[in-house]
């Protein structure tokens, strides 16, 4: 399967990802994370039900605070 992660593509084996398999994946490991699958914001009580596809454009935002 093909997707764009954050405005790059990417192919997985499947036709199939759960958001937490992605992030397993892709080792993102940062406790905070903003995640949108085609422009749709998933909390994180979704990441293991959120489904991500072929052709789905995927964004992982990691949050950072400062002063």
């Not at 759960?18 to 699958?37: A, G, H, P, R």
């Given at each position: ?41 998933i ?12 052709g789905?454009?995927?964004?992982v ?7």
């Amino acid at each position: 399967m093909k997707i764009i992660l954050n405005n790059n593509q990417e192919e997985f084996n499947g036709d199939i990802l759960s958001v937490s398999e992605l992030l397993t994946l892709k080792n993102f490991t940062f406790k905070m994370l903003v995640i949108k699958i085609n422009g749709r914001l998933i909390k994180k009580p979704e990441y293991n039900s959120a489904t991500i596809i072929d052709g789905d454009e995927v964004h992982v935002l990691h949050l950072i605070s400062g002063g």
